[in-house]
């Protein structure tokens, strides 16, 4: 039986923790025999279609704005086809002239502000296949390159890796994740990425960056890998964005950086709350990094288990948990305003009453039920939210029922729309999550 640490402390005193402790080890290191029946033949899709499409997700904002008004002109069937069909080929993807290999150091502007990262693509890359990308967050005194020297010898051929580097692995502040989710969208923007194996994983402070831009960013990964990562009991709740993304902790036993009783707290809750998990504890020591590392040969089992990860497809019940900063789109929810009741990650790092907060479990909480045509949602703390509706979700030849907190907020038909269409597919190039339809809610008060 496992020896359990209780933990305490406020998510102040954790970063406090992070940052001390990580700039005092140098060794915070990652480490059937019948014949199937043929597909259906996709119907024709119009060349001239195709490559303005492809003109439009390719461009910058400003030409794209230029494109938009042609293209919102077409029916939104004929769109949803062919972009269907561009972003499971390899048509859109097929640059001359991509760089392969190990590629440090690389330039990314992030709301106007230069930043770094560094990139692994297999020498045997080809557009016209599709490659899972890792997404690899450094620790403490580390950076981007560094990571990269670690991973990229181990992975073969088979994956992308990206590491973006950011000072002290700052990646619990708004900085951190804008920089996280903007290397993974320029990399998938240049490289033939396989949106439904996109996995996100960390080392010390990037184990705790994991966890809060994982659980925030659920539905565009397939797996969240936190090593020796640390995560407050006040923010548990945010698991509930991962019921369908599982997640991979390893954690030393000897850890003197990041005790190994928070990663065997979070294994406990995630199994309590039968969230998917694996937990693996090893008894490694390292010359330099004592127990807080990733030991090497605990890689093969790490790869063997993501070559079998998959992103699940989209529920018809779902629960979205979130803090004040994480509005935006969670799959086929859209949280468009929070009550300022609930309680903020990023102002929490310097405002001792934020921070305690959210340790009360001051969050924002979403839950959707689809039955046919009919959706029912249950709030709290959300004023405004969006339901976006995929080409599949309800017959749209019938009317549409939500009901919100037991009261009908909306009745009725709901026309698919080209511009919703075209400006969704270029925020989020993922043929599993085009959009044909948005209907926005007000949450009344409660009385």
Not at 229 to 248: I, K, M, S, V, W
């Amino acid at each position: 039986m496992r020896r359990r640490q209780r933990l305490q402390g406020g998510w102040r005193l954790l970063i406090a923790l992070l940052l001390l402790c990580c700039s005092m080890v140098s060794g915070c290191s990652m480490v059937s025999s019948l014949k199937p029946p043929a597909p259906p033949t996709p119907p024709t899709i119009d060349s001239q279609l195709t490559a303005q499409l492809i003109r439009y997700l390719r461009a910058d904002d400003q030409e794209a704005g230029r494109l938009l008004d042609g293209l919102a002109g077409r029916p939104p069937d004929e769109l949803q086809s062919a972009l269907q069909q561009l972003l499971t080929g390899s048509t859109l993807w097929d640059h001359s002239g991509l760089e392969t290999g190990a590629l440090p150091n690389r330039s990314i502007t992030v709301d106007g502000i230069e930043r770094r990262y560094a990139l692994y693509v297999p020498p045997s890359y080809r557009s016209s296949g599709t490659y899972p990308l890792i997404l690899c967050l450094h620790g403490a005194g580390f950076d981007g390159d560094s990571y990269l020297e670690r991973w990229a010898p181990r992975l073969g051929d088979r994956y992308l890796l990206a590491c973006p580097s950011i000072e002290d692995g700052a990646w619990w502040t708004r900085e951190g994740e804008v920089l996280a989710m903007a290397v993974f969208n320029e990399v998938a923007r240049h490289y033939h990425v396989n949106r439904d194996r996109v996995f996100l994983t960390g080392m010390s402070n990037g184990g705790l960056g994991t966890y809060l831009i994982g659980l925030n960013h659920s539905d565009q990964f397939a797996a969240l890998i936190p090593m020796a990562g640390a995560f407050p009991q006040g923010f548990y709740p945010l698991f509930d964005n991962a019921r369908r993304t599982p997640l991979y902790l390893i954690h030393g036993e000897k850890d003197q950086v990041i005790p190994v009783g928070f990663s065997r707290s979070i294994a406990a809750y995630l199994k309590k709350e039968k969230i998917p998990a694996v937990y693996i504890e090893h008894e490694r020591v390292h010359p330099m990094a004592g127990g807080h590392f990733f030991p090497k040969d605990e890689l093969p089992a790490l790869i063997a288990w993501l070559d079998d990860q998959r992103r699940r497809a989209p529920d018809v019940a779902l629960t979205v948990v979130r803090d004040r900063d994480h509005t935006g789109r969670a799959d086929w929810l859209q949280l468009d305003r929070i009550d300022p009741s609930v309680g903020s990650f990023w102002a929490s790092e310097s405002d001792e009453e934020e921070s305690r907060r959210l340790e009360r479990g001051a969050f924002a909480r979403l839950a959707v039920l689809r039955e046919g045509n009919v959706i029912r949602v249950t709030t709290k703390g959300v004023r405004r939210y969006s339901l976006l509706f995929y080409p599949d979700a309800v017959d749209f030849r019938q009317s549409v029922k939500i009901m919100t907190n037991d009261r009908v907020s909306f009745e009725g038909l709901i026309q698919p729309e080209s511009r919703l269409l075209l400006e969704e597919a270029r925020r989020r190039p993922d043929p599993a999550q085009l959009v044909l339809a948005k209907v926005e809610i007000e949450v009344p008060e409660s009385k």
